[in-house]
């Protein structure tokens, strides 16, 4: 019904910025929240950034200042801007859209397929 695809990931050094997005497409009536986790070796997933169909975000403490997440309800995309990318911000980062489908259908959650990011000298 909806698919997610992400990209932006990659190798970058120490300092070193990137910038991830988030495109969903199919039977799509609105978006609400628009979040992005990620997930390091042997730990939990954890919710990196999110952002209300209004525009609220909010972080977590570890990448306040350092990273920015936005949208395009237009394009039904999220980004995440990263900068001052540090090696324990390596990590394969999701997406995950609160969709409101087509046909009054209802309301499900969305993950995309993830995306590594490695920061790394």
């Known amino acids: 019904q909806v698919q997610l695809v992400e990209s932006g990931g990659g190798l970058v050094p120490p300092g070193g910025s990137l910038r991830l997005s988030c495109a969903a497409s199919?039977?799509?009536?609105?978006?609400?929240?628009m979040a992005w986790y990620r997930q390091a070796p042997r730990k939990q997933r954890e919710l990196v950034a999110a952002?209300?169909?209004?525009?609220?975000?909010n972080y977590a403490d570890s990448v306040k200042g350092r990273f920015t997440i936005s949208r395009d309800n237009v394009k039904n995309t999220v980004y995440l801007q990263m900068n001052s990318l540090k090696p324990e911000d390596t990590a394969v980062y999701y997406c995950?859209?609160?969709?409101?489908?087509?046909?009054?259908?209802?309301?499900?959650?969305?993950w995309g397929q993830g995306t590594q990011v490695t920061v790394s000298s």
């Open positions: 995950n859209f609160a969709v409101l489908l087509l046909g009054a259908l209802g309301g499900r959650n969305y």
């Open positions: 952002i209300t169909s209004g525009g609220n975000t």
């Open positions: 199919g039977s799509i009536f609105s978006i609400n929240a």
